[in-house]
């Protein structure tokens, strides 16, 4: 399986990767999380990323598609796998299809601009693997730990309400043509396009999500 999850900040991307990706065993590769771990291990790589990402901005094209060139060269990418965060722009997309990889299935995940802001705001993560939290919707075992390293959790930098805001923007004019994209896309070829409601818990969003696995 080749899966693209789509959706705007704070929709429940990264959340629902990390179950998609257990279910299918298929690796779950997320942009952020790539170009974070870059900017904490300081690397040039990071060093260019981070005034883009705290300004809610977007990574070049160039370096994103390099990014991904990388990662789908390593072994476990053979089975297939699943993107989070990319692509997000129609030069990604092209970039994507230049690669002859055939995707099996679009998952959209809709949710409104009220909600997405009342979760980033209670949203803390750990940073090594990416997995999300939320103080009151999605809480961690112990106050502040990851349940499975036991390591604290950080809130984002872009998380702060005016960078949310900038986001929200950036993805309504360079990722949201996306949609229409693929949409013609699945006129044409295999693909299948699967829109999926996020304003449910995140239990009903992931047993919708399995649903639509039935289709392919
Ligand atoms: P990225 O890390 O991809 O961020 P994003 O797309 O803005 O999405 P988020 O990670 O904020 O949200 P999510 O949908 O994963 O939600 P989550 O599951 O955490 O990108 C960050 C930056 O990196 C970009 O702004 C850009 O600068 C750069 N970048 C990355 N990829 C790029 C690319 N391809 N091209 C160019 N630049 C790129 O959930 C959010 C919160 O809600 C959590 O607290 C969670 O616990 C909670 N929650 C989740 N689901 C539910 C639910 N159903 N009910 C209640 N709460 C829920
Ligand atoms: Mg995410």
Redesign the pocket.
């Given at each position: 399986m080749k899966i693209i999850?789509l959706?705007?900040?704070?929709?429940?991307?990264?959340?629902?990767?990390e179950l998609i990706s257990n279910k299918l065993n298929i690796p779950h590769i997320?942009?952020?999380?790539?170009?974070?771990e870059a900017i904490s291990n300081k690397t040039p790589l990071g060093d260019q990323?981070k005034k883009?990402?705290d300004?809610?901005?977007?990574?070049?094209?160039e370096?994103?598609l390099g990014i991904?060139k990388e990662r789908l060269s390593e072994k476990d990418c053979k089975g297939g796998f699943l993107f989070?965060?990319?692509?997000?722009?129609i030069g990604?997309a092209d970039g994507l299809k230049n690669l002859n990889i055939d995707i099996n299935l679009v998952l959209e995940?809709k949710i409104s601009d009220e909600?997405i802001i009342t979760?980033?705001s209670?949203?803390?993560?750990h940073q090594a693997s990416?997995r999300?939290?939320?103080?009151?919707?999605?809480p961690p075992r112990i106050e502040g730990k990851d349940d499975v390293t036991g390591e604290d959790l950080i809130q984002?930098n872009?998380?702060k309400p005016e960078t949310v805001l900038a986001?929200l923007e950036?993805?309504k004019k360079q990722t949201d043509p996306l949609i229409d994209y693929y949409l013609d896309i699945q006129k044409k070829t295999d693909l299948k396009f699967v829109k999926v409601n996020?304003?449910?818990?995140?239990k009903?969003?992931s047993e919708e999500i399995f649903r639509s696995f039935e289709k392919i």
């Open positions: 999850l959706g705007p900040p704070g929709a429940g991307k990264g959340t629902q990767a997320s942009t952020g999380d790539i170009l974070r990323a883009i990402m300004q809610g901005n977007l990574v070049s094209d370096v994103i991904i989070d965060g990319f692509p997000r722009t990604q995940i909600i979760r980033m209670g949203r803390r993560i990416g999300s939290y939320h103080i009151k919707y999605n984002r872009d998380d986001r950036v993805y996020g304003a449910n818990s995140p009903e969003v």
